[in-house]
Nanobody, 115 residues
């Protein structure tokens, strides 16, 4: 299993970015797919997770600003981020899991929001 994340970069506060993740190695339609992030000096935290084609959960701090989506036909996961703030600065990781197994992680993509 491989997860390749992309789309990170430097953006001004209030701006937008779209992250993408391509998963390969097996069909992932029955897997939960999600985004986590880790800011400097902080623990990795869940940003958004899509458990099935329509059941999505978000961290409270990103609700209304971030939208996660997936395309099971292409094994892709996306995260549209809007109204980015400095506290959104972090390395963003895509993650897939089947049931309660630990799952797999991508390599991460850095998002830096300048104020």
């Amino acid at each position: 299993v491989q997860l390749q994340a992309s789309g990170g970069g430097l953006v001004q506060a209030g701006g937008s970015l779209r992250l993408s993740c391509v998963a390969s190695g097996r069909p992932f339609s029955t897997y939960a797919m999600g985004w986590y992030r880790q800011a400097p000096g902080k623990q990795r935290e869940l940003v958004a997770e899509i458990v099935s084609s329509s059941a999505t959960s978000y961290a409270d701090v990103v609700k209304g600003r971030f939208t996660a989506s997936r395309d099971n036909t292409k094994n892709t996961l996306s995260l549209q981020m809007s109204n980015l703030q400095s506290e959104d600065t972090a390395v963003y990781f895509c993650h897939v899991r089947w049931g309660l197994t630990p799952g797999y992680w991508g390599q991460g993509t850095l998002v830096t929001v300048s104020s």
